[in-house]
């Protein structure tokens, strides 16, 4: 075998965006499991049923109905995951692959400046496991606050924590403190494990440098506190990724009992003239069919496709549908409240580098590649520096004393979230058109960054603004089905979302001060962007427009069906029998966290509600 193009390759693929099925291609490898094998559906078809979405929370739901000895249908409008999405390594290959809906947004002229068209990435998997087989694997579950502060009857932290443990399978209970033992579980289906060492130093020394600031050690971040920096568990087992796809949808016991359609998108809810649902349309294979559920339909199609759905149904603003020429069944604010989690790209130069100097270099992956096959050990399970994870409320950091003081109350819920991951020297030169596809920036920041690159290794810092006030919407662009929905993210609409950026920023700069980044050199690249002040002539304003240029999406939109204003406590929608939805869309608030897994509680959640005697 040819090593130098081999590891050329698979550089490409683990580290800048390649989507190809490199492993297949290279090796013909067998997964210790196997995903259902899909049906073509048959138009008049009838199930107990229909859950459209076969995402984090789709799969669950549709997994533990089948389990229950319902006759489940699920239909999901992408295929099997790829092999590649099970390397951990791999997951930021993944972001405007084919497994990525690679959804455009509506440019607010405020907030993602310098990416293509000034549109904010907006991506989402579209695949059997939906985002959570294309995303970093970060299991957080946010501040038990984050639930309270709904108010909703069924939906506080103490009602929420059973179906959290009832999935969560954690492999290393034993490593976590003593007082972590109550809120956890290491029996459930989604397994949680640490991801192996990435052989990266900065992988400690970020640890080592926040503790400079006063940052607390945290074991576990889903524990009795939820501030500090760790090592945080991951959704991924045995050096591969445990999507829901593999969590839930693999199991031999589910294989028997559910139905699974793939490649098949839903197009419109059927609900008859005394607005009950009936069924669901859906194209497969360029065939249009409608099948039909006995006892009710769950949407789960995620934050941005389950309120189209509804709106090409006639469910959403009765404004926007009458413009639309749809019929109104029920006039709600589905797709308005948008929230996500916003970040400002900070790029942070590095002595550390070199280890891809030339394809000669690439050769000595090869031990690598060949450690993974064999035993799924090694760097590529790991996901780089991304699970170094900070927590922290930037109002209790004294920004002059350069020291954080958890002495509060309040100090206890984070408003940021802080991860980062590693580009080797010279990698953006040699993989340009996969970086730009995997991150989205223009050709202006991209040649700075690769300028930057040629003689340094590169932190990607992502400092996530963890309740922003800034809030969008989700509307029809067509009334074609099968056009993208219009998502105006409007990021950075607020701007007290600018200023907190900022904050996140100081602090940043703050860490490039601390002894250990100072002794390799770390600085800060100050990007040349056009209509921002340079930076020597004012600093603030500076990185306000910073701010405004490279905005970047933590992928966790939320609201847009939320509780008590489009569905019931009882995830029903109002104004129409029979149809329910279980995603991230129901959430009212955006929680302290990675959406993932509460997005999998409400597959959980919505089961009991389907299935509980006194269910009216």
């Not at 995303?135 to 069924?154: A, E, F, P």
Request: proline share 4%; aromatic share 10%.
């Amino acid at each position: 075998m040819n090593w130098g193009r081999f590891m050329f390759r698979l550089l490409l693929a683990c580290s800048a965006g390649a989507v190809e099925a490199f492993f297949f291609e290279n090796f013909l490898q067998d997964l210790p499991y196997t995903y259902p094998t899909g049906i073509q559906l048959e138009d008049g078809a009838a199930y107990d049923y229909v859950v459209v979405g076969a995402g984090a929370a789709g799969a669950a739901a549709a997994s533990r109905l089948a389990l229950k000895g319902f006759d489940v249908m699920l239909i999901e409008a992408g295929g099997d995951p790829s092999f590649l999405s099970t390397i951990p390594m791999a997951s930021l290959g993944l972001l405007g692959s084919s497994l990525d809906w690679q959804y455009k947004t509506i440019p607010n002229n405020i907030s993602c400046l310098s990416s293509i068209g000034e549109q904010c990435r907006f991506s989402r998997g579209k695949s059997l496991g939906g985002t959570t087989a294309i995303n970093h694997m970060l299991y957080i579950r946010g501040n038990r606050y984050d639930y309270d502060r709904m108010n909703i009857s069924g939906w506080t932290w103490k009602d929420l924590e059973p179906y959290f443990l009832r999935y969560e399978g954690l492999q290393i209970l034993d490593q976590y403190p003593a007082s972590s033992r109550k809120y956890h579980n290491s029996n459930g289906t989604m397994k949680l494990e640490y991801f192996d060492d990435p052989r990266n130093p900065w992988h400690m020394r970020t640890v080592e440098g926040l503790k400079q600031l006063n940052i607390p050690y945290n074991k576990d971040l889903n524990g009795e506190y939820q501030i500090g920096v760790t090592k945080v568990a991951g959704y991924v087992y045995k050096g591969e990724r445990m999507s829901t796809a593999r969590g839930y949808l693999a199991r031999n016991d589910v294989k028997k009992n559910l139905k699974v359609a793939k490649n098949a998108f839903c197009t419109e809810v059927v609900i008859d003239d005394d607005n009950i649902a009936r069924g669901v349309t859906v194209v497969q294979n360029l065939q249009k069919v409608t099948i039909y559920a006995r006892i009710e339909i769950i949407l789960s199609a995620g934050a941005i496709g389950t309120p189209q759905i509804l709106m090409q149904s006639g469910v959403g603003p009765a404004d926007h549908l009458q413009e639309m020429g749809i019929s109104v069944r029920s006039n709600l604010p589905v797709g308005n409240d948008m929230s996500d989690h916003q970040l400002p790209v900070v790029i942070v130069k590095v002595d550390h580098g070199g280890i891809v100097d030339s394809l000669v270099g690439l050769t000595s992956k090869a031990p690598q590649v060949l450690q993974y096959l064999a035993s799924r050990s090694g760097p590529l399970a790991s996901n780089s520096l991304q699970d170094i994870v900070t927590l922290i409320n930037t109002n209790c950091y004294d920004f002059d004393l350069r020291q954080y003081s958890g002495n509060s109350s309040r100090c206890e819920l984070a408003d940021m979230q802080i991860i980062q991951s590693y580009i080797d020297k010279g990698l953006v030169a040699l993989a340009k058109p996969l970086v730009k596809q995997a991150i989205g920036f223009n050709d202006q920041v991209l040649d700075q960054i690769e300028k930057a690159n040629e003689n340094h290794g590169l932190i990607v810092f992502s400092p996530m603004v963890l309740q922003p006030y800034s809030r969008g919407t989700v509307r029809l662009a067509s009334i074609d089905p099968l056009q993208p929905p219009a998502i105006f993210a409007n990021y950075l609409g607020d701007e007290r979302d600018v200023e907190q950026m900022v904050k996140s920023i100081t602090f940043l700069e703050h860490l490039m001060k601390t002894q250990i980044f100072k002794k390799h050199k770390a600085s800060i690249l100050h990007l040349n962007l056009p209509g921002c002040p340079a930076y020597k002539c004012g600093r603030v304003e500076y990185w306000r427009c910073y701010a405004r240029h490279m905005t970047y999406s933590g992928y966790h939109a939320v609201g847009t069906c939320a509780l008590t204003r489009v569905v019931d406590e009882q995830l029903r929608v109002y104004g129409v029998k029979n149809l329910r939805v279980a995603d991230l869309s129901v959430l009212k608030n955006i929680i302290r966290g990675n959406t993932a897994s509460v997005s999998i509680a409400i597959g959980e959640r919505i089961v009991d509600f389907l299935t509980e005697e006194d269910n009216p």
